[in-house]
């Protein structure tokens, strides 16, 4: 893993905890563990992009109530695994990382919400109004981190 793309996911970690926990903005502040995740799985191997989902679904699991612990984990293992798989396919430029971060977040959502029971509390209105807008949200934030560090992983 590049030195720069190191930095940078410790830096979107870090601004993601500041802006859930310590600005107090909770799930109106972008995904932005999702969106290191995704950016950084372009540039890893499967395995080592599960790993790394792993590790930052343990901090996203930190900040989540206790009965939520281990599935930010897994759910982040899987799109980590899964969005370094697909890197052969998707191909370079704004518009299609923008498309790739909004399917990949969307993916997550929608995981997620299956796996503690989100969709049966909120239903059809997470699935088709909640989690394409928070899937957008993150990933208009990670084009704009991509715009910024690009000229670095290149």
């Known amino acids: 893993m590049p030195w720069t793309l190191l930095f940078v996911d410790l830096l979107l970690v870090a601004l ?6 310590g600005m107090g903005l909770g799930a109106a502040a972008p995904d932005l563990l999702v ?9 890893l191997a499967p395995g080592a992009a599960a790993w790394l989902g792993f590790a930052l679904g343990i901090v996203d699991g930190a900040t989540l109530p206790a009965e939520l612990f281990g599935y930010s984990a897994l759910v982040l293992s899987v799109l980590g695994y899964l969005a370094a798989r697909v890197r052969p396919v998707v191909a370079e430029g704004p518009l299609f990382l923008l498309i790739y971060l909004f399917l990949g977040k969307l993916v997550f959502d929608v995981l997620f919400y299956s796996l503690t029971g989100g969709l049966v509390r909120l239903g059809l ?26 000229r670095a992983w290149t």
């Open 16 to 21: 993601h905890v500041v802006l859930r926990i």
């Open 35 to 43: 969106v290191a995740l995704l950016l950084s799985a372009r540039a």
């Open 125 to 150: 209105v997470a699935l088709l109004i909640a989690a394409p807008a928070s899937a957008l949200y993150a990933s208009v934030a990670g084009l704009l981190v991509w715009l910024t560090v690009r």
